[in-house]
């Protein structure tokens, strides 16, 4: 089965390339900065257990020194590794985000609307 990062913008996934994978940590001072640096709302709640056992980050993530290759075939972080490295602007140049923002705005206004008509 293949690993997914992530990571919010990040469609990597472990079959795509020898790219590197990593756990959330079970630490949990070091588990809540990578949630807070990954900024996505819907981990917060996430216990670090939950998150090591199901999510996982992609070697972009994070500075080259935070990595090391101790061997061709093994890939391990260093004991105090965060990310650092997110996109978190892509989203702003896909017109299809846009586009569907746009369309709940024009729903919203309709249905404001139509409340205003029916008083």
Known sequence: M?????A???TRKSTQSDLAFFRFPRDPAR????????RRADLEDKTPDQLNKHYRL????FETSMICRTSPYRTV???NAIP?????????N??????????????MKLLNR???IKK
């Open 2 to 6: 293949p690993n997914f990062c992530a």
């Open 8 to 10: 919010p913008n990040c």
């Open 114 to 116: 139509n409340q205003n």
């Open 31 to 38: 588990c809540q900065k990578w949630v807070e640096n990954c």
């Open 58 to 61: 992609c070697a972009k993530h």
């Open 94 to 107: 896909n017109p299809h985000s846009r586009h569907r923002k746009r369309i709940k705005e024009l729903l």
């Open 84 to 92: 650092t490295i997110f996109d978190l602007t892509s989203h702003l």
């Open 77 to 79: 972080l260093r004991d």
